[in-house]
């Protein structure tokens, strides 16, 4: 079965560190691939996505992603936290038709 | 005014009452999407639909019923609410056509509470 996993459900940083939040997902064929955001009290919203072309893509908030085909990867990186980067973060595939599945997300707590 | 919304946003309720979860949205998107979102399972798809007319069950669909009543209109039903379905609620939606790739729009979100 298709599949989304989050190594981390947890992750304690320091204001200006780096982040790197990892996303695998099982599945061969061609898929679309998303970074989602949860900020505390509020819905989720769209951080970055990647349909084709270069596999590193840059989304809001100085955030990128970077796509790698042979490990069925989907990494997501800031070079310097915020705290208000605060928030739980979710990772999420679609492989075509109209189901997306979603990791069980990150928890972010960035420390001031 | 919010693209996506859900009402009530909180909800305390009792084992076996029926219980109804309302999300309207204003982007005109044909699809709408109903998920629950528990700690450490992240979001599952409940029911999803195409149109007015297409409903469909998602991966964890036992224990609810939903209705498009419109094509901004997307509720869902417990008939009979459990402890078990204690969670958050969000409804979503996205553009037409062929969905992969597609944003998907997120409510606010409903609490639900079974007692």
């Known amino acids: 079965a298709q599949s989304v996993s989050q190594h981390n459900h947890h992750v304690i940083l320091s204001e200006a560190a780096s982040l790197e939040l990892g996303c695998n997902y099982s599945y061969g064929g061609t898929v679309n691939l998303f970074w989602y955001v949860q900020y505390p009290g509020q819905h989720l919203q769209l951080l970055l996505k990647y349909f084709s072309g270069d596999p590193l893509v840059k989304g809001i908030k100085g955030f990128e992603a970077e796509f790698i085909k042979s490990k069925f990867s989907f990494n997501l990186r800031k070079p310097s936290v915020q705290w208000s980067d605060t928030a739980e973060y979710f990772c999420?595939?679609?492989?075509?038709?109209?189901?997306?599945?979603f990791g069980a997300g990150t928890r972010l707590f960035v420390k001031a | 005014d919010a693209d996506v919304t859900q009402t009530p946003r909180n909800r305390i309720t009792k084992t076996g009452k029926r219980i109804m979860l309302e999300c309207s949205q204003t982007k005109g998107h044909d699809r709408m999407y109903w998920y629950r979102q528990d700690p450490g399972l992240g979001l599952r798809l409940i029911y999803y639909?195409?149109?007015?007319?297409?409903?469909n069950k998602g991966e964890i669909s036992d224990g609810y019923s939903v209705s498009r009543q419109a094509q901004a209109k997307f509720s869902l039903s417990l008939e009979s609410a459990i402890p078990n379905q204690t969670a958050l609620y969000f409804c979503?939606?996205?553009?037409?056509?062929?969905?992969?790739?597609?944003?998907?729009?997120f409510g606010p979100g409903t609490r639900l509470t079974v007692l």
């Open positions: 979503a939606t996205s553009e037409p056509g062929t969905s992969r790739g597609k944003e998907q729009f």
């Open positions: 999420a595939v679609n492989t075509g038709g109209f189901k997306t599945i």
């Open positions: 639909s195409f149109d007015v007319k297409d409903i």
